[in-house]
């Protein structure tokens, strides 16, 4: 089994910064690649970034120029540092990894279980 763990959503006020983090236990050979999505009340869940095992980003079009995407292979993590945070950046912050485990013929997909983040103007 893998757990994916989140840590460091909260409340902020506009103009600020927070930085999740995402880390990986349990059964794990390799891991592909590291997400965050996010989604807000009422919409759909978007990409917010992404890295692969190399460390090519991609990111979606709310964070560009704000946010960073990291990793840390050692320790199976995966951050998401937010600047310049918007009321509109307000909803539940997702990572989710692509997992290759023991005892497993294939990678999978594995969510964290959110974290909130909310954003007051």
């Known amino acids: 089994q893998v757990q994916l763990v989140e840590s460091g959503g909260g409340l902020v006020q506009a103009g600020g910064s927070l930085r999740l983090s995402c880390a990986a236990s349990?059964?794990?050979?390799?891991?592909?690649?590291m997400g965050w999505y996010r989604q807000a009340p009422g919409k759909q869940r978007e990409l917010v970034a992404s890295i692969t095992s190399a460390g090519s980003t991609n990111q979606g079009d709310s964070a560009k120029g704000r946010f960073t995407i990291s990793r840390d292979n050692a320790k199976n993590t995966v951050y998401l540092q937010m600047n310049s945070l918007k009321p509109e950046d307000t909803a539940v912050y997702y990572c989710k990894m692509v997992v290759l485990a023991t005892a497993s013929l294939r990678r999978w997909d594995y969510w964290g279980q959110g974290t909130q983040v909310t954003v007051s103007s």
């Open positions: 349990g059964s794990i050979v390799s891991i592909n690649d």
